[in-house]
């Protein structure tokens, strides 16, 4: 047996072991579009706002015409609050304010999912789903400059009125290391969307100038959302892991510091 | 990278993403690794074992290495030679779910601005196409910042065509290179709100970044966009993303004969 095939065979069996499914599941129907679960923002000096494209459109090479979209709100436990239609007339991008759209019952959302009409525009996608991977914008205090992140999960899929969980858990319990050092003066803010099905438990290993530091897990149900916090001070590094049995536990990270803020994927 | 104004920063953690992947724990030499066209050169500037934490400021090295705006950080496993005629192939910090990656980003003395970063030497024929949804429009400046990277260490300079998709018209071309980071100004282009441009190479692929300077310096913003596949899930998004491509460019070319 030459060195590359026991390469293969260990990985199959690695991953056969660790990650027995895929992160993400297939949506059930063929019509099905998919979307991430963005966290919004409207605590006290935040804002947050969303990029919306015609997204048939561009894959169609025709954004001329009308597009209409679904926006369905959470709320922090997972709940389903319900939908927004948004609308885009003959032109590419639309910037929604999502602050401006909770209202009602909308006030407790915590997370939102863009799901697009892909049947009025006739597109073929030859097997493959719609997916709405894109731009949250968020605005900090004052500033006018929104700190951009891209959708990172294919988290939830929606077919006629119904909304699926596609994220995948296992059945050991895994550590993702955030691949960013932490560095002080700052707070920082790492969230976390559910995918799946399961409530789910996640255990924050923090270690700080090369002590461990004891966090608090967080529990969040099913397409809830949950925030470990850790603040750092001047002169101190750190890195931070998580730990459950999500496939692919990467939270949103939020790095406030005295003038300024960032926001990027863990 | 660098970028006017702006200096660059790498964060380096001797840590895999997760605990089950990539059990490396060998001693690694991180080199600077960056081109002189005919070939590539490369500088040791660390040896790191397992759990150690490096951080490269663009401040910080010899301005050679930034020539062309760009560095890579590889971590080899035996120190590499001076002048290398492509880039290493060998796979030590990696993983796939997810990807081992390092913070990389700019900063200035107000804020800082990160992204995930990992490089695999992008295709020398190949093409780039983007919409870029990242223009703001209020006490700030719009730059769109391209990475490129490839094997082979030549430096090419290309025509980027910028387009705006409402309109489908030819705004104007910018030159951009291979194996350097090019930064070009959005903001003499004056996009509306609710345009959204397209930048295609017909030669070049590359990474493209939306990175925005607030006016008073103290916020900076800075995401990639995605490559036309990520518009779909599953099924053929190779086949989707060419038909994608097709699309566009067949509309650029009809416009074009108007």
């Known amino acids: ?266 | 990278m660098k970028t006017p104004d702006l200096e660059g920063f790498l964060d380096l953690i001797y840590e895999a993403p997760n605990n089950w992947e990539n059990r490396i724990r060998k001693t690694i030499y991180m080199h600077v690794i960056w081109s002189e066209n005919s070939h590539w050169r490369t500088r040791q500037i660390a040896v790191m074992n397992k759990g150690d934490i490096f951080r490269i400021n663009s401040k910080d090295l010899d301005p050679i290495i930034l020539q062309n705006n760009l560095a890579l950080a590889y971590p080899a496993l035996s120190p590499l030679a001076e002048k290398i005629s492509t880039l290493p192939s060998e796979k030590t910090w990696y993983s796939e779910v997810p990807a081992w990656r390092n913070t990389s980003g700019f900063y200035n003395s107000f804020a800082q601005v990160s992204y995930q970063s990992d490089v695999e030497p992008l295709p020398s024929k190949a093409s780039l196409m983007t919409f870029h949804p990242f223009i703001q429009f209020s006490e700030i400046e719009n730059r769109l910042v391209v990475l490129n990277a490839t094997n082979s260490p030549e430096i090419i300079e290309s025509n980027i065509q910028i387009y705006n998709s409402n309109k489908m018209k030819l705004i104007a071309e910018e030159k951009v290179k291979t194996n350097s980071l090019t930064t070009i100004y959005l903001d003499k282009y004056e996009f509306l709100p609710t345009d959204l441009p397209i930048f295609y190479c017909p030669n070049m692929a590359g990474i493209p970044f939306g990175l925005g300077i607030s006016n008073d310096s103290k916020m900076l913003s800075m995401e990639h966009t995605h490559p036309p596949a990520s518009l779909v899930l599953h099924g053929d998004r190779r086949a989707i993303q060419g038909k994608i491509k097709k699309n566009w460019i067949n509309r650029m070319k009809s416009n074009a004969h108007e």
């Open chain 1, 1 to 266: 047996m030459n060195r590359n095939t026991l390469v293969s065979i260990r990985r199959k069996i690695k991953f056969g072991i660790n990650i027995p499914l895929k992160v993400f599941k297939k949506p059930s129907y063929s019509n099905s579009v998919t979307s991430d679960l963005f966290p919004i923002r409207n605590d006290t000096f935040w804002e947050t706002e969303f990029e919306f494209l015609n997204i048939p459109g561009l894959i169609s090479g025709e954004t001329s015409k009308d597009h209409i979209a679904k926006i369905a709100f959470f709320n922090k436990k997972g709940l389903l609050l319900g939908f927004k239609n948004i609308e885009i007339s003959g032109v590419s991008r639309k910037t929604l304010n999502i602050n401006e759209l909770l209202t009602g019952d909308f006030i407790t959302a915590s997370t939102f999912a863009v799901f697009h009409d892909n049947e009025a525009q006739g597109i073929d996608l030859d097997g493959s789903f719609l997916a709405e991977r894109g731009y949250a914008g968020y605005k900090f205090r004052d500033s006018p400059v929104k700190g951009y992140v891209h959708g990172n999960l294919d988290a939830v899929s929606y077919s006629s009125g119904g909304v699926e969980k596609l994220g995948n858990y296992g059945p050991l319990k895994k550590t993702y290391s955030v691949q960013h050092l932490l560095t002080g003066p700052s707070d920082y803010e790492f969230i976390f969307t559910n995918p799946t099905s399961k409530k789910i438990t996640i255990q924050p290993i923090l270690e700080l100038n090369s002590q461990a530091k004891k966090i608090l897990k967080i529990k969040i149900d099913s397409l809830g959302i949950g925030t470990v916090k850790v603040k750092i001070k001047d002169g101190e590094i750190g890195n931070i892991k998580f730990k459950s049995f999500l496939y692919l536990g990467r939270p949103v990270v939020f790095r406030v510091t005295s003038d300024s803020f960032d926001v990027f994927h863990g």
